[in-house]
């Protein structure tokens, strides 16, 4: 059997696709082999052999860069980020189910962040701590400024799951006599979990990752974003390339860890129904 004739938006689709594929694996890929440099090696290719050296020397006491305190204070603030990005999320979804004055400012004040500059946002709230005699610091400043990128993700995803949510649940659950809170626990936060999950994975690693918002706002404490790009005009070896390594599987943990949770709740929401 023939088969059917490719038209030319396939293949300017699919050339599309390609250099997008190499553009964004392409980098990965080379850092991820550099790593694997011997204990000769450089930043460059050909590798001068083979072997794990720069991963056990990344865990060792460094000249230049603090791996380990830059890794806890982002991964700390990813959490409190996810925490607050979550339930903020939840109650604005919750609220916006009814029309109340002033709803649309609401939103679009909500929103507006994502459409401003992030060097613009850091540097203002940078700038507002110090007016207000108080230092700019990682779980402070940062941790606000990290907010203002998460919550409108969170909020514009629970808009989505709301506006196909079906009332036609609670009030099932209302007529067999179950109260507000009965209705909201055992009917409609099993149903939107699989969502709640997602939030928290958006919040947790758009702050994880997070350079523009975090670089006037951290203080005197670099989270990892920033400590890897200090030490890029300073460490020559490929230490680099395996810290860059390190966070990459982490943040790919990170996912698999989510859609794992995600897995989950979905065979046992479908268990239920």
């Known amino acids: 059997m023939n088969g059917e004739k490719r038209s030319l938006e396939f293949f300017v689709l699919a050339a599309f696709f390609l250099v997008f594929a190499l553009f964004l694996y392409g980098p990965l890929s080379a850092i991820l082999i550099l790593s694997f ?64 004055r002033g709803s649309s400012v609401l939103f679009y004040a909500t929103v507006a962040s994502l459409v401003v500059p992030s060097i613009i946002i850091s540097l203002g709230i940078g700038v507002l701590f110090q007016q207000g005699g108080m230092p700019p610091a990682w779980y402070s400043s940062a941790f606000g400024a990290h907010l203002t990128w998460t919550l409108p993700f969170g909020v514009l995803i629970m808009f989505a799951v709301f506006n196909r949510f079906s009332p036609a649940y609670e009030e099932a659950a209302r007529d067999l006599g179950a109260s507000s809170w009965q209705t909201f626990r055992h009917v409609v936060l099993p149903m939107i979990a699989p969502s709640l999950v997602g939030v928290g994975l ?71 129904s």
């Not at 290719?45 to 000249?63: C, D, K």
């Not at 830059?70 to 609220?95: H, I």
């Not at 390339?241 to 790919?252: I, K, N, P, R």
Request: proline letters at 3%; zero cysteines; a positive charge.
């Open 37 to 100: 440099q011997g204990p000769d090696g450089g930043l460059t290719f050909p590798l001068n052999g083979v072997s794990v050296h720069w991963f056990v020397n990344l865990f060792e006491r460094q000249a230049v860069g603090d791996f380990g305190a830059s890794f806890r204070r982002s991964f700390t603030l990813g959490l409190m980020v996810m925490v607050v990005t979550v339930v903020v999320s939840l109650l604005a979804g919750l609220a916006f189910r009814r029309k109340f």
């Open 202 to 272: 958006f919040g947790f690693t758009l702050s994880y990752d997070e350079f523009a918002r975090t670089l006037m706002t951290s203080g005197s404490y670099n989270t990892l974003p920033l400590e890897i790009y200090g030490m890029t005009t300073n460490v020559t070896t490929p230490v680099l390339y395996a810290l860059g390594t390190v966070t990459t599987l982490f943040s790919f943990a990170i996912i698999l860890l989510a859609l794992g949770i995600l897995t989950m709740l979905r065979r046992r929401q479908s268990r239920i």
